[in-house]
């Protein structure tokens, strides 16, 4: 399970479904007037350098996060803050607001509604991905269904072991807090958050394994974007709300 979902391993599903996640991400892009300023909320200078824009012409890269950056590097800013109040942007200062694999950890639903809102006001467009739910394999934990089971159950394991990209708890308490840090969303959570977003179905072996909501491009730019060339296995779904476009070749 390691092998798959190590996005360390430039061969790994992970790392293929990101790949192929950012070649449509890039395509966006490119249909989008430059100068750009793109703010990633809850990223790292590493993960822009690693999918290849940091240094991209054109393109401003802000990072915001609640932790200070580990090394500074050229042609990136960053902002010490919180996803869930971002009163220090004005509204539509940034382009594109982009966030991968963040919207899950930031608490409580009413937590996450307050990080949507605030991504869809600070900017023109947005590229919010987050892990499906439903998939069958958490992944944090890479335990199958785990995310189904009593929030209890889920910390007493925790505590006695390490799951996956868990660090095995130092007690009751801690596992109880790591757990409470993790709330995953299906596709209808992800739609109330954006209401008015284009919703791509990241598939692996025709099941949804994680969701991106993409505000401020026509349905004909995000299905043009996610109509990339796949190996067997993995594809892509677009669709609006309730409706769903034919999905990419699997």
Same mark, same amino acid.
């Given at each position: 399970?390691?092998?798959?979902?190590?996005?360390?391993?430039?061969?790994?599903?992970?790392?293929?479904?990101?790949?192929?996640?950012?070649?449509?991400?890039?395509?966006?892009?490119?249909?989008?007037?430059?100068?750009?300023?793109?703010?990633?909320?809850?990223?790292?200078?590493?993960?822009?350098?690693?999918?290849?824009?940091?240094?991209?012409?054109g393109?401003?890269i802000?990072?915001?996060?609640?932790?200070p950056?580990?090394?500074?590097?050229?042609?990136?800013?960053?902002?010490?803050?919180?996803?869930?109040?971002m009163?220090g942007?004005?509204?539509?200062?940034y382009?594109?607001?982009?966030?991968?694999?963040?919207?899950e950890?930031v608490?409580?639903?009413?937590?996450?509604?307050?990080a949507?809102?605030?991504?869809?006001?600070?900017?023109?467009?947005?590229?919010?991905?987050?892990?499906?739910?439903?998939?069958?394999?958490?992944?944090?934990?890479?335990?199958?269904?785990y995310?189904? /089971?009593?929030?209890?159950v889920?910390?007493? @394991? +925790?505590?006695?072991?390490?799951?996956?990209?868990? %660090? &095995?708890?130092?007690? $009751?308490?801690?596992?109880?807090?790591?757990?409470?840090?993790?709330? /995953?969303?299906?596709?209808?959570?992800l739609? @109330? +958050?954006f209401?008015?977003?284009?919703?791509?179905? %990241? &598939?692996?072996?025709? $099941?949804?394994?994680?969701?991106?909501?993409?505000?401020?491009?026509? /349905?004909?730019?995000?299905s043009?974007?996610?109509?990339?060339?796949?190996?067997?296995?993995?594809?892509?779904?677009?669709?609006?709300?309730?409706?769903?476009?034919?999905?990419?070749?699997?």
């Amino acid at each position: 399970m390691f092998e798959l979902a190590d996005n360390r391993n430039p061969a790994s599903m992970a790392s293929e479904m990101r790949r192929l996640r950012h070649a449509a991400f890039h395509s966006l892009l490119r249909e989008t007037e430059r100068p750009l300023k793109v703010l990633d909320v809850g990223g790292t200078e590493d993960y822009w350098s690693s999918v290849g824009l940091l240094h991209e012409d054109g393109v401003e890269i802000t990072i915001l996060n609640n932790l200070p950056p580990q090394r500074i590097v050229p042609r990136s800013a960053w902002i010490l803050g919180d996803a869930r109040d971002m009163s220090g942007i004005r509204d539509q200062e940034y382009d594109i607001v982009f966030s991968n694999s963040v919207l899950e950890h930031v608490g409580t639903l009413d937590d996450q509604k307050r990080a949507a809102c605030e991504i869809r006001r600070s900017g023109k467009r947005y590229f919010v991905q987050t892990p499906n739910r439903f998939f069958p394999i958490e992944p944090h934990s890479l335990v199958p269904f785990y995310q189904f /089971l009593p929030g209890e159950v889920r910390a007493r @394991l +925790l505590a006695s072991r390490r799951l996956g990209w868990l %660090e &095995r708890a130092g007690s $009751l308490s801690e596992a109880r807090t790591t757990i409470a840090g993790i709330r /995953l969303l299906d596709r209808r959570d992800l739609q @109330l +958050l954006f209401p008015e977003a284009i919703m791509v179905s %990241e &598939r692996f072996l025709g $099941l949804s394994k994680s969701l991106v909501a993409c505000g401020g491009w026509s /349905l004909k730019e995000v299905s043009a974007a996610f109509a990339v060339k796949t190996p067997i296995g993995i594809g892509f779904r677009v669709g609006v709300g309730g409706r769903r476009c034919r999905p990419t070749s699997m």
